[in-house]
């Protein structure tokens, strides 16, 4: 009976839900499981690797960061709310070759989701290639196919590899408008730019020809759009060339800060941090 009696009267131990503890508390916790430092998107399955080799400099170091995992965000709603913001906002998300392809860029889709529509917002980091590859809008833009016969009859060999040149030119800016509207859905307003940091990969930003690399035409309008804090370029061949695209986008940045139908703040391109690198370890 005393052992009965005890038992009533042996005090509760204290109780404590997990969503009484303060946010940075919480956000701790979850970074403890989500956050790994490099999120390598699509280069499980030997095809996604075939598709990502022509970019091996972003995942040489893969073998070095964990996988995240993500059941947590099946544990509750907030859980899935709260998780997820740590997770898109503390990792350095490496694209794969073709992103454009993959849900939440191009929807319908019978690829699997890259990340979620809610990550549009809210991701911060990620790591691009500016790959050839990518270019999907290399198509004949004549009436038919005899009128660029007689077209190219008139011409000697050297002429007609300038106009092909000339129009191929000419679909690669119009490959990089249609890339432009699919980022401009990651901005959360104009004076609340998504971005903090972008890697980008320039080792295969040759022209459709592959005999020039135009990296003025590679960087579109969504990088600066955007605005992240941070840049760093990857796949320069020599000094001289990162160099060069350093330049070509403290000079982008200086074009959108004097075209008044952007609508964005001024951005100070002696601020913002632009770092040639040849090394593989990100600076996150």
Known sequence: ??????????????????????REIRDKIYGEVVVVGKV??????????????????????????????????????????EAEEVYLTKNLFVFPVGWMNFPP?????????LFSQRAL?????????????????????????????RRYDTMTRFQRREVAHHDLHWHL?????????????MRRTADDPTLVYVELDFKNAFC???????????????????????????????VKEGTKIKMYIVAEIEYCNEDD?????????????????NRTVSRL
């Open 105 to 113: 860029f191009k929807n319908p889709s019978t690829n699997p989701p």
């Open 1 to 22: 009976m005393g052992s009965i009696f005890s038992k009533l009267m042996r005090p509760k131990k204290p109780t404590t839900n997990f969503f009484s503890l303060p």
């Open 208 to 238: 459709p020809l592959g005999c020039c690399r135009p990296f003025q035409a590679w960087l579109t309008p969504w990088l600066f759009t955007l605005r992240p804090a941070a840049i760093d370029i990857l796949g320069a061949r020599t």
């Open 40 to 81: 390598f998107l699509m280069d499980d399955r030997p095809e996604d690797q075939v598709r990502n080799s022509s970019s091996r400099e972003r995942y040489a170091d893969k073998h070095l960061y964990r996988k995240p995992d993500l059941a947590i965000f099946r544990v509750c709603k907030q859980f899935h709310v």
């Open 173 to 185: 800016d119009m490959n990089f408008e249609d890339q432009d509207e699919l980022f401009y859905g």
């Open 121 to 149: 917002t809210t991701v911060r980091n990620i790591s691009l290639a500016l790959d050839k590859s990518d270019l999907t809008h290399i198509q004949a833009k004549g009436k038919n196919a005899a009128s660029w016969g």
């Open 261 to 277: 139908e952007m609508e964005l703040e001024s951005v100070d391109a002696g601020k913002m941090d632009i770092q040639v690198r």
